[in-house]
């Protein structure tokens, strides 16, 4: 016990130095990650922020506990952390202090908000951060945590994902929310207005097949889905009048894929391992049109291994909710030719996601 009580209490007298009270702070900053997170999650669940929107004033702690029905102490402290997070504005009056949303708030985090990411925050706070739980036994055994986070059989990923209509939807409304934001750097990466016949596999709600008719007036696209998935945009995304976007009902994997242009395929072979993506890739390139292509959306690790974070982190995260990773470049041109594509291009946004084109 002396050697031990020795050692911590020399290298206390240690932290002094600028190098080690720097990597501290940087420790803290990442503990304090979690903590940030659960913050803003809490604050947009309990809708403090389009209250503050709806309301068109700034409004008293005591006030914003009441309307939401939480305690007075609890709601004091949530909103002093969302200032200090700058997700909120506050003004001390004699009668105490009054709160307003900052313009990020106000864009980003209400409902209503011209770019809210609200439904993909809740995704995150009650699907994704129960995965997360179990990093854990997911880095230990290699294989997505369905099956401990929600007790649901994870051999069918997409299953698991789906597992009721209000977590189809949830899940809609976050990939909706990406896309209005990074849709349309994606597919202006390159020129895709010689493809007028277009399909996109997975399209889901069909947010990014409704900036490809925007961005390209000529094109027209089909979103390539399951039944349900069709189903639930129908009823919830996709207006019937909409007469450029239309809807066919499979599984890629397993049911024909009908002959088109371009084909997009947005954030999906990131769900599977390679073998599964060679697999798709090729299905793809047999029934693409003579000169056509294939335009894959994913975001791209460096070849190196030294990131992005974000792509590092979102690799982790396929680990505990798929079957699949994120990739380099260099790991996504080989796919593409192992499926028979004979040309390949890369174009970087510099935004979240980058685009790559495999041409038949």
Same mark, same amino acid.
């Given at each position: 016990?002396?050697?031990?009580?020795?050692?911590?209490?020399?290298?206390?007298?240690?932290?002094?130095?600028?190098?080690?009270?720097?990597?501290?702070?940087?420790?803290?900053?990442?503990?304090?990650?979690?903590?940030?997170?659960?913050?803003?999650?809490?604050?947009?669940?309990?809708?403090?922020?389009?209250?503050?929107?709806?309301?068109?004033?700034?409004?008293?702690?005591?006030?914003?506990?009441?309307?939401?029905?939480?305690?007075?102490?609890?709601?004091?402290?949530?909103?002093?952390?969302?200032?200090?997070?700058?997700?909120?504005?506050?003004?001390?009056?004699?009668?105490?202090?009054?709160?307003?949303?900052?313009?990020?708030?106000?864009?980003?985090?209400?409902?209503?908000?011209?770019?809210?990411?609200?439904?993909?925050?809740?995704?995150?706070?009650?699907?994704?951060?129960?995965?997360?739980?179990?990093?854990?036994?997911?880095?230990?055994?290699?294989?997505?945590?369905?099956?401990?986070?929600?007790?649901?059989?994870?051999?069918?990923?997409?299953?698991?994902?789906?597992?009721?209509?209000?977590?189809?939807?949830?899940?809609?409304?976050?990939?909706?929310?990406?896309?209005?934001?990074?849709?349309?750097?994606?597919?202006?990466?390159?020129?895709?207005?010689?493809?007028?016949?277009?399909?996109?596999?997975?399209?889901? &709600?069909?947010?990014?097949?409704?900036?490809?008719?925007?961005?390209?007036?000529?094109?027209?696209?089909?979103?390539?889905?399951?039944?349900?998935?069709?189903?639930?945009?129908?009823?919830?995304?996709?207006?019937?009048?909409?007469?450029?976007?239309?809807?066919?009902?499979?599984?890629?994997?397993?049911?024909?894929?009908?002959?088109?242009?371009?084909?997009?395929?947005?954030?999906?072979?990131?769900?599977?391992?390679?073998?599964?993506?060679?697999?798709?890739?090729?299905?793809?390139?047999?029934?693409?049109?003579?000169?056509?292509?294939?335009?894959?959306?994913?975001?791209?690790?460096?070849?190196?291994?030294?990131?992005?974070?974000?792509?590092?982190?979102?690799?982790?995260?396929?680990?505990?909710?798929?079957?699949?990773?994120?990739?380099?470049?260099?790991?996504?041109?080989?796919?593409?030719? &192992? &499926?028979?594509?004979?040309?390949?291009?890369?174009?970087?946004?510099?935004?979240?996601?980058?685009?790559?084109?495999?041409?038949?």
């Amino acid at each position: 016990m002396k050697r031990e009580r020795g050692f911590f209490t020399d290298r206390c007298r240690k932290m002094n130095s600028t190098e080690d009270l720097e990597y501290l702070q940087i420790l803290i900053q990442y503990q304090n990650g979690f903590l940030i997170s659960k913050v803003m999650f809490t604050a947009c669940e309990l809708g403090i922020f389009d209250l503050l929107r709806e309301s068109k004033e700034i409004l008293s702690t005591k006030t914003i506990a009441e309307r939401l029905g939480s305690s007075i102490r609890g709601m004091e402290r949530l909103l002093d952390a969302c200032v200090g997070l700058k997700l909120l504005r506050v003004d001390m009056k004699q009668e105490g202090a009054f709160y307003g949303n900052t313009e990020i708030s106000n864009l980003y985090l209400t409902k209503s908000g011209p770019k809210s990411q609200y439904h993909n925050l809740m995704y995150y706070s009650k699907t994704i951060y129960l995965c997360w739980h179990y990093l854990t036994d997911a880095i230990r055994e290699g294989k997505n945590q369905y099956e401990r986070a929600f007790g649901i059989p994870s051999k069918d990923v997409f299953e698991a994902l789906y597992r009721s209509e209000e977590e189809m939807i949830k899940f809609m409304y976050g990939l909706n929310a990406t896309w209005s934001i990074c849709g349309r750097d994606v597919l202006a990466a390159f020129n895709l207005s010689p493809f007028t016949v277009i399909y996109d596999l997975g399209g889901g &709600a069909g947010a990014l097949a409704h900036e490809c008719i925007s961005l390209y007036p000529n094109c027209s696209v089909t979103i390539f889905d399951l039944p349900k998935v069709v189903e639930t945009a129908k009823k919830h995304f996709v207006s019937s009048e909409e007469q450029r976007i239309t809807f066919h009902e499979g599984d890629f994997f397993k049911d024909p894929i009908p002959e088109a242009d371009l084909y997009i395929l947005a954030r999906i072979l990131h769900d599977w391992a390679d073998e599964k993506c060679v697999q798709l890739l090729t299905k793809v390139q047999k029934v693409c049109k003579p000169g056509g292509g294939v335009l894959l959306v994913e975001t791209l690790l460096n070849e190196d291994k030294s990131g992005p974070l974000e792509s590092q982190l979102y690799s982790l995260n396929m680990l505990v909710q798929t079957e699949g990773k994120e990739r380099t470049a260099a790991e996504f041109t080989k796919l593409l030719i &192992a &499926a028979g594509f004979l040309e390949t291009e890369i174009k970087r946004t510099g935004k979240l996601y980058d685009a790559i084109l495999g041409r038949k």
